[in-house]
């Protein structure tokens, strides 16, 4: 059973950056080959993909996210990484660490404000 747990500050003010970190188990970050991925839901809107890191290291990202967002893993602890900078608070939302598109964290409040 794949388990997914997101962790990180559930309040950023503006212009700070976002750092948020899953934590995976059931399954290693470099086996398969799939990919692990952040998604958010920002309030009353549909979910936003945000990025993915695959089993071999290769990263990417959304075209509208990419200029702000940096995603990284730690193999040795099994767990990947989201930041996120400048953010407004166009940027709250539940954001969601999936793995293989199937597998799904709780989620994550993260609120924008100052």
């Known amino acids: 059973q794949v388990q997914l747990q997101e962790s990180g500050p559930g309040l950023v003010q503006p212009s700070q950056t976002l750092s948020l970190t899953c934590t995976v188990s059931?399954?290693?970050?470099?086996?398969?080959?799939?990919?692990w991925s952040w998604i958010r839901q920002p309030p009353g809107k549909g979910l936003e993909w945000i990025g993915v890191?695959?089993?071999?290291?290769?990263?990417g990202y959304s075209p509208s996210l990419e200029s702000r967002t940096s995603i990284s893993r730690d193999t040795s602890k099994n767990q990947f990484s989201l930041q996120l900078s400048s953010v407004t608070p166009e940027d709250t939302a539940v954001y969601y660490c999936?793995?293989?598109?199937?597998?799904w964290g709780q989620g994550t409040q993260v609120t924008v404000a100052a």
């Open positions: 999936v793995g293989y598109l199937t597998y």
């Open positions: 059931g399954d290693s970050l470099t086996a398969n080959g799939y990919g």
């Open positions: 890191i695959t089993w071999d290291g290769r990263i």
